[in-house]
């Protein structure tokens, strides 16, 4: 992306502009190659150089990992602490401009930096060559060298006529010369040098280099380059020099790496120094701004009347405070308090004493924090008719105003009152938790709990304890059992139809590996901890699980599932026929007037045992429902018993065993010495099973026990219009 709109660009958007892109940190404008996002909007840039100013001070922010901090970085830390702090209370306009100002300086020191060639680098090298080379060879000679060849060639005989000759060759223009050490020589041509060459050399050494970005530096580059090769000759002939007289290897080091990378530390030097100036100056300010303060109220004159006046508009000042932490801290009280009794209406006694104990705390804490207010306000008010002069009044209206500066974090009565007060809101927070859990919980279980409402009674769990009492260890298998669906039989409360354990295999195998029910499993027990019940079942709120768990019952009980399933039940009371995983204590009993809806129940035994037993109502002799329910809670467990010996079945069941349970029909289940007891449930939404849903839910109706409940009577409506349109 661009920060200069292309003509096209331009004249597809509305306005024709690119809004300039600001950093939002010093205001300037940027574009979106040299600045990163500050957030989540692309569109919030910080540039980067107000990036590396963050990065900086958070580097000087943090102290170092896995050692203690030196003197140096703790006072570098300390120095960076005071820049952000004073940071945070500048102005938006002002920070934008320390921002700008960092950003500039940095820029600044980074031109320095490029300078120095501070990249050294050093390497070793080894190298083979092989070359041939051609030399011309040619040579100025001074005169004498001159004057040798020709006397040798008898060109000249003395010296005297070689002189002659010399000048004589210098005076002709064709001659080349040179001036050398204050002589003159001549050019003269040596022949040609064939060279061949082998090598193979080993050498190390030290580079330095310098980025070249642009044409500004090359310059540079240019210029430092030549002082420096001017320079390294310098040192060279020294060297030469000092190693000729030595007679010894003396090596003068030509680069400056050592004295660059300085260069480097000293620029991190002088930033922490300017930090520490600034640091400085924040704090000097500071200190003088105070100072300037306190001048100014020591050097005014203390008048009488004056200094009593202050002290009185001090002492209700400070009392006002005071309260008025009181009076905040009463009305988190109230609202808590409220709420909680909101929450813990229908909830069990001892979450109720629990909630009195807690607040009690909290009341006592709010007295003890008023009392320990109008004690000094009191003392106050001794010490002010004590003290006689201005000096004495000034110096309690001083101690006043700190006692109650801090005096919301400092007083003990205090903290102590807000400390009870986080206690009942932590409290509240975890009993809200655990109520809206077993709410969930109760939701969950819709089926189970509703109906057990209008049916079950605590005599009736009562009951069913004492049916579990009753029958531990004796309880078998006894009266008619069918090991095929009958309908007819099944719609009639009896006997239920019982199946091979080999049927449910498959859905053992698969459940058993699903982490969904390790979870379900600790999740009941925790549910029924709280509700304090022996048994608990839930439906399997999770689709994917539910759905395969589905696949299974049609797979392996097509015959009980049929092929007839309730299609449009109201949403409301489609929880009732979702499958639901149940779980049980063990040596338990819960004895039921009906299943749900009465409607048959499939169950299928996952683990532990389980005696399910029933009965036909009429047994009961009661002409409405709720007088059945009546007569069955004034039977004793035993008798219970004996009526389903007698006069109806009980089947003890083995894990993996499944039974169907009729609809019209008292029944129980009792569970035996295992510690886990876990089985499914599902209730059979069967357009076959109707009549008996609906008979029962209109006998409800009749009975008025039906009217609160929203779900039923949808329920019956829906059945009702099946039942027509049948
Ligand atoms: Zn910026």
Not at 143 to 151: D, K, L
Not at 203 to 217: A, F, N, P, T, V
Not at 500 to 511: E, G, I, W, Y
Request: with cysteine; proline share 3%; charged share 30%.
């Amino acid at each position: 992306m661009s920060s200069t709109p292309t003509p096209s660009e331009a004249s597809g958007s509305q306005t024709g502009l690119v809004p300039a892109l600001l950093c939002q940190k010093c205001g300037e404008a940027t574009n979106m190659a040299s600045s990163s996002a500050t957030g989540r909007n692309p569109l919030l840039r910080a540039c980067n150089g107000c990036c590396a100013t963050e990065k900086w001070l958070n580097r000087s922010l943090a102290k170092p990992k896995g050692r203690d901090e030196t003197e140096e970085e703790k006072a570098r830390r300390l120095n960076a602490q005071k820049i952000k702090d004073e940071l945070k209370a500048k102005t938006p306009e002002d920070r934008k401009k320390w921002f700008a100002e960092q950003k500039l300086s940095r820029a600044q020191e980074d031109h320095r930096t490029k300078r120095t060639f501070s990249s050294a680098v050093g390497h070793v090298e080894e190298r083979r060559i092989a070359s041939s080379f051609k030399d011309n060879v040619e040579v100025y000679v001074p005169f004498r060298t001159w004057a040798a060849q020709e006397m040798s060639l008898k060109v000249y005989n003395t010296l005297k006529e070689a002189e002659g000759g010399w000048e004589k060759l210098l005076a002709n223009p064709a001659t080349l010369t040179v001036q050398q050490n204050g002589q003159t020589c001549v050019k003269q041509f040596h022949g040609v040098e064939v060279r061949q060459r082998d090598g193979h050399e080993f050498q190390s050494g030290l580079r330095q280099r310098m980025d070249i970005s642009d044409e500004k530096e090359l310059d540079e580059y240019l210029e430092e380059n030549e002082s420096r090769l001017k320079r390294a000759k310098n040192r060279l002939s020294v060297e030469a020099k000092a190693n000729e007289e030595e007679g010894g290897e003396k090596i003068i080091p030509l680069l400056t790496v050592r004295k660059d990378l300085g260069q480097l530390k000293e620029i991190e030097e002088a930033r922490d120094a300017e930090m520490h100036a600034q640091a400085a100056a924040i704090a000097e300010r500071k200190a003088r701004e105070a100072k300037q303060k306190k001048d100014k109220e020591e050097n005014q004159e203390k008048s009488l009347p004056l200094e009593k006046l202050a002290l009185q508009s001090a002492k209700g000042k400070a009392v006002q405070t005071m309260t008025n932490v009181l009076l905040r801290l009463q009305t988190v009280y109230k609202t808590l308090e409220e709420e909680a009794n909101k929450i813990t209406e229908n909830e069990s006694e001892d979450i109720k004493k629990e909630q009195a104990a807690k607040f009690r705390c909290v009341a006592i804490a709010m007295q003890t924090l008023e009392t320990a207010i109008n004690e000094k306000d009191k003392s106050w008010e001794h010490e002010t008719s004590t003290h006689q002069t201005a000096d004495q009044l000034a110096a309690l209206r001083q101690q006043i105003t700190e006692a109650t500066k801090n005096f919301h974090t400092t007083s003990e009565e205090c903290k102590a009152a807000r400390d009870t007060v986080t206690d009942v809101r932590c409290w509240l927070n975890s009993t809200k938790k655990a109520i809206r859990d077993a709410e969930k919980a109760a939701q969950k279980t819709a089926a189970g709990k509703k109906i057990a409402k209008v049916a079950a009674s605590n005599t009736l769990e009562q009951l069913g304890m004492a049916l579990a009492k009753d029958c531990s260890g004796m309880t078998e298998s006894c009266g008619n059992m069918s090991y095929s669906l009958n309908v007819q039989q099944i719609l009639a409360g009896g006997p239920p139809c019982v199946l091979d354990t080999n049927r449910s295999q498959q859905l053992r195998d698969a459940v058993f590996k699903l982490d969904y029910y390790k979870l379900q499993k600790t999740w009941v027990a925790e549910k029924m901890k709280f509700v304090q019940g022996s048994s608990c079942s839930a439906i399997v709120s999770k689709k994917a699980v539910a759905g395969r768990l589905a696949q299974f019952l049609q797979r392996s009980w097509p015959d009980i599932l049929g092929d007839d399933p309730l299609r449009g039940i109201p949403a409301e009371a489609q929880d009732h026929f979702v499958i639901q995983f149940a779980q049980r204590h063990s040596n338990t009993g819960s004895i039921y007037a009906r299943t749900e809806m009465n409607c048959p129940m499939l169950l299928i035994l996952l683990e532990g045992e389980l005696a399910v037993g029933g009965f036909r109502p009429e047994r009961l002799g009661g002409k409405t429902l709720a007088e059945e329910v009546k007569k069955l809670e004034s039977m004793t467990a035993t008798q219970i018993r004996l009526e389903a010996e007698n006069h109806g079945w009980i089947s003890r069941l083995k894990p993996g065993a499944s039974i169907v349970i009729p609809s019209n029909c008292v029944w129980f289940e009792l569970s035996g010495d295992d510690d886990e007891n876990h089985s499914i449930r599902q209730v059979l939404g069967r357009e076959a099973f109707t009549p008996a849903m609906l008979q029962w839910l209109q006998q409800m109706d009749k009975e008025g026990s039906l009217a609160q409940n929203e779900a039923l009577v949808k329920l019956s409506a829906f059945l009702q219009s099946q039942a027509q349109a049948a």
